[in-house]
């Protein structure tokens, strides 16, 4: 079936320091999406991804999507406490069932 | 703001019970999801349904049913309740959110405990 991988599955980062996490998929896809799910809460819509090569920035967080629209990164810089939960990308391909990456859990180590 | 609630935030039941999870979404939203979350694996599609009582399965549907009666509501059903059905469920309906965003909204989730 169709899979979307995420990587890594965990992240602990000193507060200041740089976040990335990677999504991929094996085939194309027509458009990602990533969300956020702080500790104890439900996940929340950050971005969507349509283009090729999309780069999409939302303050400290910088957002691509692959040439090929077959992989995506989320960049943080200069993470804060605020950052702290999983990350889930979620790749649409070509339908309109969504296929959620496995998440990368982000702690921050003050 | 859209609102997707669950009936319950805990639930424990005993093997072999029969549960029903319930989830209303109030934007009027066709796409309905049930997902499963588990630490490791991520957020798994159980069912999903595209518009009254119609659905599709998932990539893990086994041990379970839904239904949808009507357009705001989506409930799962596990006829029969094992063990590794303990999990955190997540239901999610989509639409556009004015922005030419496709988003899925989340519920809060309820955990389930089977013992």
């Known amino acids: 079936g169709q899979q979307v991988m995420q990587i890594p599955q965990y992240q602990h980062v000193q507060e200041g320091e740089d976040f990335t996490t990677y999504c991929n998929s094996s085939t194309t896809l027509s458009n990602i999406q990533w969300y956020k799910q702080r500790p104890g809460g439900h996940p929340v819509f950050l971005i969507q991804?349509?283009?090729?090569?999309e780069v999409k920035k939302q303050k400290r967080l910088t957002f691509q999507f692959g040439e090929a629209k077959k992989n995506s990164s989320l960049h943080i810089t200069a993470t804060q406490t605020t950052d702290v939960g999983t990350y889930f990308c979620a790749g649409l391909f070509g339908n309109e069932k969504l296929t959620f990456g496995t998440g990368t859990r982000l702690t921050i180590i003050p | 703001d859209v609102k997707v609630t669950q009936s319950s935030r805990y639930l424990v039941k005993r093997t072999g019970e029969k549960v029903f999870l319930e989830c209303v979404q109030d934007?009027?939203?066709?796409?309905m999801f049930w997902y499963r979350q588990d630490p490791g694996l991520g957020l798994r599609l159980i069912y999903f349904s595209y518009d009254v009582k119609m659905k599709e399965k998932g990539d893990i549907p086994e041990g379970y049913s839904v239904s949808r009666e009507k357009k705001e509501r989506f409930s799962l059903i596990l006829e029969s309740a094992s063990t590794n059905q303990t999990s955190m469920y997540l239901c999610?309906?989509?639409?556009?959110?004015?922005?030419?965003?496709?988003?899925?909204?989340f519920g809060p989730g309820t955990r389930l405990t089977v013992t």
């Open positions: 934007m009027d939203h066709e796409n």
């Open positions: 999610a309906s989509t639409g556009h959110n004015g922005t030419g965003n496709y988003e899925q909204y």
């Open positions: 991804l349509v283009k090729s090569g």
